[in-house]
């Protein structure tokens, strides 16, 4: 059987060969085309190694397909230099491989200058090596004896361990669940590929190794394949960038939306309300001179000042109305909350808005944000961490609020503690909104609360009606309310 494996594979050794090339220059491909330079994320300054890598091995491949056919007519020294290139870029892609895993885990300047020291001393080999007249395949094993053990062993396992911690960083934003999947399946497959590309290594120059002894398959076929998963993985982890591209542009679109409401405010305060104000002070002015002279006409006048006043009361009212009752005070009175809790507590808090939240009721909105302060009040008393995010998201069918911490998560019994009232107040605040809270440990560390309150619900509708009714008779009775002087 073992037998019969290796003749097979090694009849359609180019196939094997091509194929195996392809999943290489695929996952580059894909690596380039899903970057984003302008992204914000730690891991946008990282995956330029992993398309490096991918390429610089591709194109190693395609030389052991195209450099054999070269040799009829191309002269020995530029074969062997076309060769000397191949191991070159064989070693470039190594330390390509371990620089992006260093890149994922520190941010020392000096540990991240070794994948550059490995390749000017793998480099100088070849070099060397190629001057002196060893043997090309001979060189070549060498190369990748020493590589795979010292070079992709540790990095392909340091890359899983960062795409691990990327993948936690993400989760605590609350970013969509998938992108977190993907990044671990990516890790899976590092730590396989550290295996298989690492630990297996060429025994002979024909680049035979014990895998391909012990069974007949050529370790291209489980390099390819988990290449090949490690694309499928990256391609869907990696629309992280065009979902924070999304979220910028609507965070662009309502601050633009934000600085027209408050042009717009201004213009219209400085051109009515102020104005009301000043011919009141000028009516006032005049009015002095008649107190004494002509009494009855000076108290004619004083009442239409203070019926001028009133519309302008009336006016001032309507402008808090609609400020306070229009779209965004919930992410104010939350932007407001995290600022107080960041000074107070001295946690690094970061709020984040996704997407266009809807205009919810008052009462609805008390409760998202008592909600989000027995969050962050329980992450400062009990988390013991210095990072928390709280996020409020608006998607298709639902609101969610997600706070995450990066503290040492839940204790053994569960959230919820002896005498403690802060979980069973956010769990039942979610359920007076028709929604659900969930309290969970983070991988890795940490507590992730998640409130999801649908659109549809029927008591969200039933307390905007009750609210909107009060608001209602609240603006009438602000329309009515005569000026005072004494306040």
């Known amino acids: 059987m073992v037998e019969e494996l290796h003749r097979f594979f090694e009849t359609?050794?180019?196939?094997?060969?091509?194929?195996?090339?392809?999943?290489?220059?695929?996952?580059?491909?894909?690596?380039?085309?899903?970057?984003?330079?302008?992204?914000?994320?730690?891991?946008?300054?990282?995956?330029?190694?992993?398309?490096?890598?991918?390429?610089?091995?591709?194109?190693?491949?395609?030389?052991?397909?195209?450099?054999?056919?070269?040799?009829?007519?191309?002269?020995?020294?530029?074969v062997r230099a076309l060769r000397a290139l191949q191991v070159s870029l064989l070693v470039i892609g190594y330390c390509c491989l371990l620089r992006f895993g260093i890149h994922l885990n520190w941010e020392a300047t000096w540990i991240r200058r070794i994948p550059q020291l490995m390749a000017f001393g793998g480099l100088a080999f070849v070099v060397l090596t190629t001057l002196y007249g060893m043997d090309p395949e001979m060189q070549r094993m060498r190369v990748e004896q020493i590589g795979r053990l010292f070079v992709v062993y540790p990095g392909s396992f340091t890359t899983a361990w960062g795409l691990?911690?990327?993948?936690?960083?993400?989760?605590?934003?609350?970013?969509p669940?998938?992108?977190?999947?993907?990044?671990?399946?990516?890790?899976?497959?590092?730590?396989?590929?550290?295996?298989?590309?690492?630990?297996?290594?060429?025994?002979?120059?024909?680049?035979?190794?014990?895998?391909?002894?012990?069974?007949?398959?050529?370790?291209?076929?489980?390099?390819?394949?988990?290449?090949?998963?490690?694309?499928?993985?990256?391609?869907?982890?990696?629309?992280?960038f065009r979902y924070e591209l999304q979220r910028l542009i609507s965070e662009m679109g309502r601050a633009q939306a934000l600085a027209a409401d408050r042009q717009r405010i201004g213009r219209e305060l400085h051109d009515g309300t102020i104005q009301a104000i000043y011919g009141a002070g000028l009516m006032l002015q005049n009015v002095l001179h008649l107190v004494r002279e002509n009494p009855e006409a000076a108290e004619a006048h004083i009442r239409s000042i203070m019926a001028s006043l009133n519309q302008t009361i009336a006016d001032i009212r309507r402008y808090i109305y609609d400020l306070a009752g229009g779209e965004g005070e919930l992410e104010e009175r939350l932007s407001h909350l995290t600022a107080e809790m960041r000074s107070q507590t001295g946690l690094e808090i970061e709020y984040r808005i996704e997407g266009k939240p809807p205009r919810l009721p008052?009462?609805?909105?008390?409760?998202?944000?008592?909600?989000?302060?027995?969050?962050?009040?329980?992450?400062?008393?009990?988390?013991?961490?210095?990072?928390?995010?709280?996020?409020?998201?608006?998607?298709?069918?639902?609101?969610?609020?997600?706070?995450?911490?990066?503290?040492?998560?839940?204790?053994?019994?569960?959230?919820?503690?002896?005498?403690?009232?802060?979980?069973?107040?956010?769990?039942?605040?979610?359920?007076?909104?028709?929604?659900?809270?969930?309290?969970?440990?983070?991988?890795?560390?940490?507590t992730v609360v998640e409130v999801e309150i649908p659109y549809l619900n029927t008591s969200i509708w039933r307390l905007g009606a009750s609210q909107g009714g009060e608001n209602g008779d609240r603006r009438e009775r602000h329309h009515e309310t005569p000026a005072n002087p004494a306040r």
Not at 164 to 175: C, D, F
Not at 218 to 240: G, K, N
Not at 433 to 446: C, H, P, V, Y
């Open 12 to 78: 359609n050794k180019l196939i094997v060969l091509a194929v195996y090339a392809q999943t290489y220059y695929t996952l580059a491909l894909v690596v380039m085309l899903q970057w984003r330079q302008e992204s914000g994320l730690e891991l946008a300054r990282s995956v330029p190694y992993l398309s490096a890598f991918a390429l610089t091995m591709a194109l190693v491949l395609w030389g052991d397909i195209f450099i054999p056919f070269q040799q009829s007519y191309l002269a020995p020294p530029v």
């Open 164 to 175: 691990r911690g990327q993948a936690e960083k993400i989760e605590a934003l609350g970013l």
């Open 177 to 240: 669940s998938y992108i977190v999947e993907w990044l671990r399946v990516a890790g899976f497959s590092f730590g396989a590929y550290a295996i298989f590309g690492g630990i297996l290594i060429p025994l002979s120059p024909a680049g035979t190794t014990i895998l391909e002894t012990a069974l007949g398959i050529p370790v291209a076929i489980p390099r390819s394949i988990i290449i090949a998963v490690l694309t499928v993985a990256m391609l869907r982890a990696l629309s992280i």
């Open 362 to 446: 008052d009462q609805v909105q008390e409760h998202i944000f008592q909600i989000v302060r027995e969050a962050l009040t329980n992450a400062h008393k009990h988390s013991g961490g210095d990072r928390v995010t709280v996020l409020l998201r608006s998607d298709a069918d639902a609101l969610r609020v997600i706070v995450g911490d990066n503290g040492r998560g839940l204790p053994p019994g569960g959230a919820t503690r002896r005498g403690g009232q802060g979980v069973p107040n956010i769990l039942s605040r979610a359920q007076l909104l028709g929604g659900r809270a969930t309290i969970r440990n983070r991988s890795g560390g940490g």
